[in-house]
């Protein structure tokens, strides 16, 4: 079954301390992985598109990496202002439809 | 730009009002999606539109009714709801309409309350 699970649920952080979020996944042959942000009430802000194992993308304080079998987003010195759910999806087997993880919500304080 | 609008913001409505979600793209993207996001969960997909055509319907009520006017805008007509369709929706778009391999740009959304 294809299948997206994030890990932690939850994940507070001091201002500065920096921190990975994982994504495994169960999805045979996969064609993309995609990261994103969102704030309560907000629709989903898109982060990364990775494609390959082995592929890193970065910006700002965040980088995301892929392996065969998950993917990991690194918080480096994450300030008040990243607090938010982030959430990572990966095409289903068939190509038709992105399946969700049920997302990590991060609180950094200050 | 990557920008997908959505308008209302917020909507309330009674079980038996008619009312419509409105979602815009400028990108030239070629498919465009419905979610529907509950409190705490992930986007659950409703609808996908390929080239101004209905490819997918993730066994929505008929109760919602999806219409792709054109290439750059999306409509959601709401008749008949429940309470339980309170929920936030959110569009999207992409320029791949071959399916969800392609990155998908998320609108908003528009919150809906249902009385």
């Known amino acids: 079954e294809d299948q997206v699970t994030q890990s932690p649920e939850a994940l507070r952080l001091q201002e500065g301390e920096s921190s990975s979020l994982n994504c495994s996944y169960t999805?045979?042959?996969?064609?993309?992985l995609f990261w994103y942000r969102q704030d309560p009430g907000k629709g989903p802000e898109f982060l990364f598109t990775?494609?390959?194992a082995g592929e890193e993308k970065e910006k700002e304080r965040l980088k995301a990496t892929l392996t065969k079998k998950e993917s990991f987003l690194h918080i480096t010195a994450p300030k008040p202002e990243d607090s938010a759910t982030y959430l990572c999806?990966?095409?289903?087997?068939?190509?038709?439809?992105?399946?969700f993880g049920k997302g990590t919500t991060l609180s950094v304080s200050s | 730009d990557t920008e997908v609008t959505q308008t209302p913001k917020h909507l309330v409505m009674g079980m038996t009002n008619k009312k419509s979600l409105k979602c815009e793209q400028h990108?030239?993207?070629?498919?465009m999606y419905w979610y529907k996001q509950k409190a705490k969960k992930p986007p659950e997909l409703m609808f996908v539109?390929?080239?101004?055509?209905?490819?997918i319907n993730e066994s929505v009520p008929s109760r919602f009714s999806p219409e792709c006017p054109n290439s750059s805008l999306l409509n959601l007509h709401l008749h008949a709801l429940q309470p339980e369709d309170s929920a936030l929706y959110l569009c999207?778009?992409?320029?791949?309409?071959?399916?969800?391999?392609?990155?998908?740009?998320f609108g908003p959304g528009t919150r809906l309350t249902v009385l």
């Open positions: 999207a778009s992409s320029q791949d309409a071959r399916g969800a391999t392609d990155t998908q740009y």
């Open positions: 999805v045979s042959g996969l064609r993309g």
């Open positions: 990775l494609y390959s």
């Open positions: 999806a990966a095409p289903n087997q068939a190509g038709t439809a992105l399946i």
């Open positions: 990108m030239g993207h070629r498919a």
């Open positions: 539109y390929s080239y101004e055509k209905l490819s």
